[in-house]
T-cell receptor
């Protein structure tokens, strides 16, 4: 069966360090992968999308890599700040003309301590 | 604030009640979605509407009935729910097709008593 796993439920790091979150998947051949941020009591907010033919994508302090051989994506936040504390979700899509069928990983709760 | 508006923010209902959740977006998106999220779990897809037609139903029980009256509105009608249906119900919208990020509302927190 198809499975998406994020490396840990929770990750604690010190302010200023780089946070690295992992998303592994099995039995998928995704065309692209997305990362979202979710704060308590709010809906997920889209951060980055990376396509299968892209190795790396950057946006300000965020960087995503996508290795289709390893079936893994890494999400990095450099110079982390307490305001980066949130749950981060990776999501994979199955190509479907009817609409996006995003399936989410379990999420990683990131806590950045001052 | 998000560009997808969900009402009500909170809802408490008994198992014999009928209620509706509402979702509205004005971004011109022609795909709209309902997701269900339990505490400390990821969102789970329930329904997808594409161009106002139901295109995906992820084997959701019939006590949940979606409706898309026009391209801006999405409803979820609830009837005879069970306590285990208590969850955060999230609406989202996107451009149809591939490579389109989802824009989520902040959800309706539903409690079934």
């Amino acid at each position: 069966s198809q499975k998406i796993e994020q490396n840990s439920e929770a990750l604690n790091i010190q302010e200023g360090k780089t946070a690295t979150l992992t998303c592994n998947y099995t039995n998928y051949s995704p065309a692209y992968l997305q990362w979202y941020r979710q704060d308590p009591g709010r809906g997920p907010v889209f951060l980055l999308l990376i396509r299968e033919n892209e190795k790396e994508k950057r946006k300000e302090r965020l960087k995503v890599t996508f290795d289709t051989t390893l079936k893994q994506s890494l999400f990095h936040i450099t110079a982390s700040q307490p305001a980066d504390s949130a749950t981060y979700l990776c999501a994979l899509d199955i190509i479907n003309n009817a609409g996006n069928m995003l399936t989410f990983g379990g999420g990683t709760r990131l806590m950045v301590k001052p | 604030d998000t560009e997808v508006t969900q009402t009500p923010k909170h809802l408490v209902m008994g198992m014999t009640n009928k209620k509706s959740l509402k979702c509205e977006q004005h971004m011109g998106h022609r795909a709209m979605y309902w997701y269900k999220q339990k505490a400390k779990k990821p969102p789970e897809l329930m329904f997808v509407y594409s161009y106002e037609k139901l295109s995906i139903n992820e084997s959701v029980p019939s006590r949940f009935s979606p409706e898309c009256p026009n391209s801006s509105l999405l409803n979820l009608h609830l009837h005879a729910l069970q306590p285990e249906d208590s969850a955060l119900y999230l609406c989202a919208s996107s451009r149809p097709g591939q490579n389109s990020p989802l824009h989520f509302g902040n959800g309706t927190r539903l409690t079934v008593t």
